[in-house]
């Protein structure tokens, strides 16, 4: 397995996990842990989080800090610090009419950008919320916004206010959607003040499967690190990572309860850490989160948080490549058919592949000095194709020669740490 590039400073694979829609979807004591439990079992290393300023901003300096809205942010925020989750905390802005706050027209306002302030320091230093790693500013401001000098200005002048208040915290942006070159500006214009830099990317099938997702991540990275020769070191993140099709929308996807949702994601998570990505979340966890969505890995508690497909293939991603981890790739030469090896230093190796086409493909393992047998992650649904093939996979041998069939169409999640199988 040859090495054609490492993530550095990996922090996981996680997913947008929001408390917003939680009171009205009834979501009591006993209905969130039934939640906590199955994202404990899921091992994220990293989820991004709603915060609206709205929950909490009263007037200028004043704030309502026990507002149903604000119990269940930090009742989230303290599961994600009692789990050692990091956070990425994203105010979703202010001007858009169903975020409008009392007398605050604009995101680059001072009493606005002291509200998000407040509520950072409020979160990080009244509640000790430590996992709290990043904050952006304005979720897809490309489209919240529209004016990328008048955000540039906001960034600025978050940035200041949380260098005095919470400096632990770095800021991170530029969360865009499309619009390639609001990261490009950021990257360029705002470097002295992000500390991380992130975007979203809801790709295609056809982007997915024929790897041209890897070619834009990466090209969206060299970029960045050509107008900042720090970004090598700073954290570069894909916040918002799923997959479109035709019917989707902000809501809904019709693609979400599909097997080959399933496969595809497992597909996008190789491509983006060979792109370059040092985290990649997906949107997003739940239907309950949002009011009539349904893009999420579980539906809602009225279906018992029943699991879509693709929650065994991403918790099994989650699982089986913990912080820390270094990638490499491997050259399979067919078409569809991606692999990836990450090890840890102290939690053992995971290799995964995807096979698209329409015959099984037999790939070589790599030897990891020390380790155990290979294991498949999960055996409930990680094989896509055929859930069957997945109870037959046994333990395979960890020394040279040692080969895994993926069926067609499928996936395969192989592990030698045996604190990462269900």
């Not at 060979?274 to 997906?282: D, R």
């Not at 309950?288 to 918790?315: E, I, V, Y």
Request: hydrophobic share 40%; with cysteine; net charge negative.
């Amino acid at each position: 397995m040859s090495d054609l590039g490492r993530a550095a400073c990996f922090e996981g694979f996680g997913f947008e996990w929001d408390s917003r829609n939680y009171t009205d979807a009834d979501l009591d004591a006993g209905k969130w842990n039934d939640l906590t439990r199955i994202v404990a079992a899921m091992r994220p290393g990293i989820v991004r989080v709603m915060i609206q300023a709205k929950w909490h901003y009263r007037g200028p300096g004043q704030h309502d800090w026990d507002s149903p809205d604000m119990r269940g942010l930090v009742r989230l925020l303290k599961f994600c610090q009692h789990q050692r989750i990091a956070v990425i905390l994203c105010d979703w802005g202010c001007e858009p009419k169903w975020l409008n706050l009392p007398g605050i027209t604009g995101v680059d306002e001072p009493d606005y950008l002291d509200a998000v302030a407040a509520s950072v320091e409020h979160l990080v230093v009244r509640h000790a919320l430590t996992c709290i790693r990043y904050v952006t500013l304005v979720n897809e401001p490309n489209h919240e916004v529209g004016d990328f000098d008048r955000w540039a200005r906001a960034a600025r002048g978050l940035a200041e206010r949380l260098s005095k208040q919470v400096p632990a915290v770095r800021m991170m942006g530029s969360d865009n959607t499309g619009a390639p070159e609001w990261l490009d500006r950021a990257s360029t214009e705002l470097r002295d003040v992000l500390g991380a830099y992130d975007f979203h990317r809801y790709a295609s099938r056809d982007e997915v499967r024929t790897g041209a997702l890897q070619s834009f991540i990466r090209g969206a990275w060299d970029r960045a690190i050509a107008a900042d020769p720090d970004a090598t070191t700073k954290p570069r993140i894909l916040a918002e990572a799923g997959l479109g099709s035709p019917g989707s929308g902000a809501a809904s996807n019709p693609l979400h309860d599909t097997d080959e949702y399933a496969l595809y994601m497992v597909d996008y998570a190789i491509q983006a850490v060979a792109g370059g990505c040092t985290a990649v979340l997906a949107w997003m966890l739940d239907d309950d989160s949002h009011p009539g969505f349904t893009w999420g890995m579980l539906h809602g508690w009225a279906h018992q948080h029943r699991r879509k497909p693709w929650f065994h293939t991403w918790s099994a991603l989650c699982r089986a490549f913990p912080p820390g981890c270094t990638f490499s790739f491997a050259h399979t030469h067919r078409e569809g058919v991606r692999q990836m090896l990450g090890q840890h230093p102290n939690m053992g190796a995971s290799w995964c592949a995807v096979n698209h086409s329409d015959d099984p493909v037999t790939l070589p393992l790599p030897s990891v000095t020390g380790a155990g047998p290979w294991r498949p992650v999960s055996v409930q649904a990680v094989l896509v194709g055929d859930t069957k093939a997945a109870n037959d996979v046994d333990a395979i041998s960890p020394l040279a020669g040692a080969t895994a069939t993926v069926p067609p169409r499928s996936a395969l999640v192989l592990s030698t740490q045996p604190t990462s199988l269900e």
